[in-house]
């Protein structure tokens, strides 16, 4: 069975950074394409980032370009997302994905796997 666990979420203030991990188990996912996602209290999911399976290439949303870094260790079957200069529009819940593929993408809908997701709140 499949899981993605998330950490590393929490409580900052405007221009502090974070560091949110996913560990998935059950399965390798060194040739998958993996991606971070985030959901704001009454609002769609949206795109954050992807990486490709090598960690050789990614893409960012407009809005966290130059501030935030997905990167992954597909020894430790496990994702990242750098978060620096937090602004309280980036307060939202953080899921991480897993596509069945090596493709990255930014459609929530092309994953098939998901994390519970992880609370980040920035105060101003």
């Known amino acids: 069975q499949v899981q993605l666990v998330e950490s590393g979420g929490g409580l900052v203030q405007a221009g502090d950074s974070l560091r949110l991990s996913c560990a998935a188990s059950?399965?390798?996912?060194?040739?998958?394409?993996m991606g971070w996602f985030r959901q704001a209290p009454g609002k769609e999911r949206e795109f954050v980032a992807t990486?490709?399976?090598?960690?050789?290439?990614?893409v960012y949303a407009d809005s966290v370009k130059d501030r935030f870094a997905i990167s992954r260790d597909n020894a430790k079957n496990t994702v990242y997302l750098q978060m620096n200069s937090l602004q309280p529009a980036d307060t939202a819940v953080y899921y991480c994905?897993?596509?069945?593929?090596?493709?990255?993408?930014?459609?929530?809908?092309?994953?098939?796997?998901w994390g519970q997701g992880t609370q980040v709140t920035v105060s101003s």
């Open positions: 994905a897993i596509r069945t593929n090596p493709y990255m993408s930014g459609v929530p809908s092309e994953y098939a796997y």
């Open positions: 059950g399965r390798t996912f060194s040739r998958n394409a």
């Open positions: 990486i490709g399976w090598s960690g050789g290439s990614t």
